[in-house]
């Protein structure tokens, strides 16, 4: 192409350049081919001097501007790519010239980016290592459609934004600029200048794939991982496991306070696998389920204000060592699930909020795009381009790290447009009703996207309502989660064991209601950490009674728990009684442990945990009617429950539980068949604490029918406890 030399005097671009105001860099800056010849032109503020090197070399280049910019002129071009010789009072510096490469980005990448098809958008926006005509450095790329200019600020140019502008994709709202030499762990923002109301913002990176700890705000460069995984044996296995069938047991954990270290330090990601895993696996959990550990500046949000959707929080280490975490779970056969927000994001304006002067990844108006109860905002899922942003951040996590599932955090909030509002407060979708059609698309395409990406993967849904048909495929006109943790069951049981003993026989209905239900969703039973914070106590506070009767309710909670249909999820701290409400600030209370009763409570569910996993009814048909049957759920007067649990072979464990502390003798239930049971878990054993009142191994069920069962036997049941019966095969 041919361009007329641009004099300083009399072309605006210029000034626009020099006060950091231009829109196109690339036709003043870089390589120009002019009527008689070649021109190069830099601009450098901070140099003395500049010298082109290569051919021609030693080769001065003019200032033509006092504010720095330099000019060569030649008759044939430069080698590409040409270098530079920046001099400055105190330094020289040789660098290739941003502006001599050309762009990166493909067509067909950025075309499905605007469609909102662009699962793996991190490998295209944000901060790339790479090489590009063999000259080693970085290429920024990020969405700002509403951006007059957007520049790359750092620690490499002085933070400036007139340095080093950044070239626009035509109307597709991406700008782009490879810059040579920078090396990861550099430090940069975008400056955004606003195209409508001159407004001049300073970001960091939404693709960032590692940020500044807080309080610092910027995003770093990062280099290719070195981490080399050793699970392909564990992906390979969950593909094909059928996790509708398996055991699933989550171990729910705040990286930053199950401990620190005696100085208050974080343990780190390599200290977790030394640690915890151990831990975990001795008590016999299937999966660990991180609280959100992707950036946030926060330490009190405990990562569900998110401003790193791509980047692991650096609080506990870099992401190899993240990686190195997951990869030694997996090698351990321990599974490990990623809590994920999608549904709202925080204002702080260093972030997303407001991104380039407008509402991007919002909504304009707060009827739509902001949360009263959080005070954060919510994503507007009708943009394509946020779309590929959320479903590009779900990807990432499960590609780059492993990570065996999304839990998907606040689902109810996403569903309905008049969450948690008053009349006139929301604005209806296009039919008028209150369901949030763009966010169901977008939850749909997402669960496609992972079980289609992912095999074995999964997807929970932290979902409150009776929204139907959560964790059905989305080919039956389902969202497509895996499962839907069950807020109500949680709810109703923890309120009725909030009762005392004496009134529970009044509300019996808690706990019989949830069958109703139960086979609606593929449900998770979840006491998680929302139970345990915000003035709702620990598990063991509240249950009543004296310090005795505390711990055997709690005892029988865990009994009920895990004996009843449905996956399990359990708040660390839970397992061994932490008596005060869970603080972030500082780690579980072990000490406790050193206690009888504490100690009794982590025996019991370590127990129960490895009963739970190696007896195929009480996990095979967790989601079928087939796999539950009641013996007496009327019982209320004694506030006794009893039920069966069948495998897929017919197998099957009686459960009986006793919610008050009144020692049952001669309680009779029916059974199935006749002939000699035994008592194979009691919660009330003395080894947990108990009064070991029970039966052991001595019990015969006659041809007595009752409760419409052929057969029937008589049992001791303990006070505030819940026995598990096997039929000894003859």
């Not at 509402?359 to 994503?379: K, N, S, V």
């Amino acid at each position: 192409m041919t361009k007329t030399i641009i004099t300083t005097h009399t072309r605006p671009e210029f000034d626009a350049l020099i006060s950091g105001c231009t829109l196109n860099p690339c036709d003043l800056l870089g390589l120009h081919q002019f009527d008689t010849g070649w021109l190069i032109r830099i601009y450098n503020p901070y140099a003395v001097s500049l010298t082109l090197l290569g051919n021609g070399a030693g080769a001065e280049l003019q200032r033509v501007d006092s504010h720095g910019v330099f000019e060569w002129h030649g008759a044939t071009p430069p080698i590409h790519p040409y270098r530079i010789r920046h001099t400055y009072p105190d330094a020289e510096v040789v660098e290739h010239d941003p502006y001599a490469f050309p762009l990166q980005l493909t067509e067909h990448d950025l075309y499905l980016f605007n469609e909102g098809r662009l699962y793996q958008a991190y490998q295209m926006l944000g901060s790339q290592s790479c090489q590009v005509d063999g000259v080693a450095g970085v290429r920024f790329a990020l969405w700002a459609p509403n951006a007059a200019r957007v520049s790359i600020v750092g620690d490499f140019n002085h933070w400036d934004g007139r340095t080093h502008p950044m070239r626009a994709h035509g109307d597709s709202g991406v700008w782009e600029l490879f810059i040579p030499g920078i090396i990861a762990g550099s430090h940069y923002k975008y400056e955004i200048h606003n195209r409508h109301n001159d407004q001049l913002l300073l970001k960091s990176d939404p693709y960032a794939q590692s940020a500044e700890l807080r309080p610092g705000t910027a995003s770093l460069v990062t280099s290719a991982t070195s981490h080399i995984w050793n699970d392909a044996a564990w992906l390979t296995a969950r593909a094909g496991r059928s996790w509708l069938h398996a055991p699933m047991n989550v171990y729910e954990i705040h990286a930053g306070s199950w401990r620190r270290h005696p100085d208050g330090r974080f343990y780190t990601y390599r200290e977790l696998a030394e640690h915890l895993l151990p831990y975990v696996l001795d008590m016999e959990y299937t999966h660990i389920e991180l609280m959100p550990i992707s950036e946030h500046p926060l330490d009190e949000s405990w990562g569900y204000q998110t401003t790193g959707y791509f980047a692991p929080t650096c609080r506990y280490g870099s992401a190899d060592d993240l990686r190195y975490f997951i990869d030694a779970c997996h090698q351990a056969g321990l599974g490990v699930l990623l809590d994920w927000v999608p549904a709202h994001f925080p204002q702080d304006a260093f972030a997303l909020a407001r991104f380039d002067g407008t509402a991007l990844y919002e909504h304009e108006d707060p009827r739509l795009g902001f949360h009263q109860d959080w005070g954060t905002c919510i994503f507007n899922y009708g943009r394509n381009e946020v779309k590929s942003f959320l479903l590009s951040s779900a990807h990432y996590w499960l590609a780059e790290f492993h990570f065996d599932g999304l839990r998907v955090d606040a689902v109810a909030s996403m569903l309905y447009l008049d969450y948690s509002r008053k009349a006139g407060e929301w604005l209806p979708n296009k039919f008028g009703g209150r369901e949030n059609l763009e966010a169901i698309e977008f939850l749909r395409e997402l669960n496609i996207m992972v079980h289609d990406a992912f095999p074995g993967a999964l997807t929970l849904a932290e979902e409150s309502t009776s929204w139907p048909m959560v964790s059905r495929p989305v080919y039956l006109g389902g969202l497509g989660f895996s499962m839907k943790w069950d807020m109500g069951w949680m709810n109703d049981t923890l309120a009725y064991m909030c009762h005392d003993p004496v009134h529970r026989k009044h509300h019996h209905e808690k706990l019989t209601f949830g069958q109703l239900y139960a086979y609606t969703e593929n449900f998770m039973l979840p006491f998680s950490h929302d139970e345990v914070v915000h003035g709702k106590g620990s598990l063991i506070g509240k249950m009543p009674g004296d310090a005795w009767q505390q711990f055997a309710n709690l005892r029988l909670l865990f009994t009920y728990q895990m004996t009843t249909p449905g996956k399990k999820l359990n708040f660390m701290g839970n397992e061994f009684a932490q008596e005060r409400e869970w603080n972030s600030g500082w780690e579980l209370d072990w000490s406790l442990l050193q206690s009888h009763w504490h100690d009794s409570v982590q025996k019991l569910v370590r127990d129960i945990n490895h009963l739970y996993r190696d007896t195929p009814a009480l996990h095979q048909l967790d989601f079928s009617a087939n796999g539950f049957a009641w013996i007496d759920c009327h019982d209320a007067e004694q506030s006794v429950l009893s039920y069966i649990r069948y495998a897929s072979d017919g197998s099957y464990v009686i459960v009986v539980l006793n919610f008050t502390p009144v020692l049952r003798t001669n309680y009779r239930i029916g059974v199935p068949q006749t002939g000699s049971y035994s008592e194979i878990f009691n919660s009330d054993s003395t080894y947990y604490g108990g009064s070991n009142a029970g039966n052991g191994a001595g019990l015969s069920a006659d041809a007595t029918a009752w409760m419409g069962y052929p057969a029937s036997m008589t049992l001791t049941v303990p006070p505030l406890a819940g026995i598990i019966l096997v039929y000894n095969q003859p």
